[in-house]
Nanobody, 123 residues
């Protein structure tokens, strides 16, 4: 089985910074890409940032220039550095991991979600 776990976040003042981490563990052959989403109360889930196996990244317009997604030093870890935080950044941040797994019928791709971590930015 594969588990995805987010950590970090919490309560941050506007203008401050914090870092989120996403770790995927279990039987994984490789990770195609890791995507950070966020969901604020009453709003739709939105893509925040993405990083591919090759290291390509992209960001939503709302966070471009303020957030940075990168691979961590630990295996299967992706970090999201968040700076210049605004109250509008308040949300549950979720990690989605696209992986390649093995099976009796050969390799297959699938995705897993973490349970999310809360980031609250106070004015």
């Amino acid at each position: 089985q594969v588990q995805v776990m987010e950590s970090g976040g919490g309560l941050v003042q506007a203008g401050g910074s914090t870092r989120l981490s996403c770790v995927a563990s279990g039987s994984i052959l490789s990770i195609y890409q890791t995507i950070w989403y966020r969901q604020a109360p009453g709003k739709q889930r939105e893509l925040v940032a993405r990083i591919t196996r090759g290291g390509s990244t992209d960001y939503s317009d709302a966070v471009k220039g303020r957030f940075t997604v990168s691979t961590g030093n630990a295996k299967n870890t992706v970090n999201l550095e968040m700076t210049g935080l605004k109250p509008d950044d308040t949300a549950v941040y979720l990690c989605n991991v696209n992986v390649l797994r093995d099976s009796d019928r050969g390799p297959y791709s699938t995705e897993y979600w973490g349970q999310g971590t809360q980031v609250t930015v106070t004015p």
